[in-house]
């Protein structure tokens, strides 16, 4: 967790605490509603990031020399709105392999589409029809999960397996 992203904790601690002693239900329904959104955003993104470093490590194991690098604060646009998060660049040799994941953070940066509380695109360095769009949502259980925005419009859940497709063809070198 950043300092950014605690120093937030503490500043949506203190809203709720000041909206409970104010008698604002309203108000303290939202903030929760908010940090359980945020929550779920956060262990969304860090399942990506962790599976493909996972990914990564394996492979290093067995000499692939894949370098990672992430970075904080990366903005990124899906269709007309901005998404604050992270970015995971993957390296080994001349192919790229890059995971944006995050959501608006401010009002004019826009709203996450299709009801959606983060998203997130993988994107192959020279392979465009590769590239994939994520959206973050909420499963019937209440769980986040990824899902890809198919060409078509439909929507599929990402599985490990599509990961690791992704890496694969990353990998590949024909």
Known sequence: MSELDEEWGHVLAEAERRARSAGRGDLLEYLRLRASNDRARSTGVEWLFATF??????????????????????????????????????KAGVRQLM?????????RDGIVPGNGLACAQIRHFGIRSANEELLLIRSREGTPQWH??????????????RLRQHFKKFLDVR
């Open 53 to 90: 470093t996972q990914l990564a490590g394996e492979a290093n194991r067995t000499g692939a020399g894949v370098q990672l690098a992430k970075k904080e604060g990366h903005r990124f646009d899906v269709g007309s709105a901005t998404m604050v998060g992270w970015l995971l660049t993957l």
């Open 99 to 107: 995971i944006e994941a995050g959501w608006p953070r401010a009002p």
């Open 148 to 161: 890809v925005l198919e060409r078509t419009g439909r929507r599929s859940q990402l599985l490990e397996a």
